[in-house]
């Protein structure tokens, strides 16, 4: 989902799609940590740290950004007809 778009759907919608990136960036990051424990080599060690580290971000910002959302949803006026 493109956050640009997030404003033309409903808070929840967001964060379910959102989360469902989380998710995903969460077992890529399982994947990367399995795999760098089998690599003897220092530099491909390091890359795959450093990309890890990258994805912690994204999870982290992620994660906050899911919050507020449902927060808003929930906070947003209920239109009566």
């Known amino acids: 989902m493109g956050l640009l778009f997030l404003d033309h759907l409903p808070g929840q919608e967001a964060a379910s799609n959102l989360q469902l990136r989380l998710e995903h960036l ?17 530099g491909i060690a390091l890359s795959i740290e450093h990309q890890i580290l990258h994805m912690q971000l994204e999870v ?21 007809p």
């Open 26 to 42: 969460r077992n890529q990051i399982d994947v990367l940590r399995n795999a760098a424990k089998h690599h003897r080599s220092s």
């Open 60 to 80: 982290d910002w992620l994660t906050q950004v899911i919050e507020q959302l449902r927060e808003t949803d929930s906070q947003a006026p209920i239109d009566h």
